[in-house]
């Protein structure tokens, strides 16, 4: 009967240790998922930046505009360039606020997961103090 008992409390000890490196492994897909949508956010300005500073060159309403477009230079009117540039601007706004949203659900489920860990580790040091 003490055999069971000792069996049952092993088994659940593993169990919650098991439970709590899956935990731990989650979380840090969290990190590494949270990491990529900032490093991509932060790309994203600088491309905004760029079109920002290009669209200000092109108030200057210079004769000849340029653009690369893979390995390819192609001339372009300024008012087409402009046109281009806002509407890309645009678009990166919009992943931007995409992104936003899967930053702060990314956030919350690694806030809830992180306390759900916490609590999990507080409980085995109170049901299995170390030997």
Same mark, same amino acid.
């Given at each position: 009967?003490?055999?069971?008992?000792? !069996?049952?409390?092993?088994?659940?000890?593993?169990?919650? /240790?098991? &439970?709590?490196?899956?935990?731990?492994?989650? %979380?840090?897909?969290?990190?590494?998922?949270?990491?990529?949508?900032?490093?991509? $956010?932060?790309?994203?300005? *600088?491309? @905004? #930046?760029? @079109?920002? @500073?290009? +669209? #200000?060159? +092109?108030?200057?309403?210079?004769?000849?505009?340029? $653009? !690369? =477009?893979?390995?390819?230079? %192609?001339?372009?009117?300024?008012?087409?360039?402009? &046109?281009? +540039?806002?509407?890309?601007?645009?678009?990166? +706004?919009?992943?931007?606020?995409? *992104?936003? &949203?899967?930053? /702060?659900?990314?956030?919350?489920? =690694?806030?809830?997961? $992180?306390?759900?860990?916490?609590?999990?580790? &507080?409980?085995? $040091?109170?049901?299995?103090?170390?030997?």
């Amino acid at each position: 009967m003490e055999s069971d008992i000792s !069996f049952k409390t092993q088994a659940k000890t593993e169990h919650d /240790e098991m &439970k709590m490196r899956e935990n731990v492994i989650s %979380l840090q897909k969290y990190e590494k998922m949270l990491s990529n949508v900032m490093y991509t $956010r932060e790309k994203m300005n *600088l491309d @905004i #930046k760029g @079109i920002d @500073i290009s +669209l #200000k060159e +092109l108030e200057k309403k210079p004769k000849e505009v340029y $653009r !690369f =477009y893979g390995m390819i230079l %192609l001339k372009k009117s300024s008012e087409e360039m402009e &046109k281009e +540039l806002e509407e890309e601007k645009e678009n990166i +706004l919009l992943k931007q606020k995409q *992104l936003l &949203k899967q930053e /702060e659900t990314i956030k919350k489920m =690694y806030a809830e997961l $992180r306390q759900k860990v916490i609590e999990s580790q &507080k409980q085995m $040091r109170g049901k299995y103090p170390k030997q």
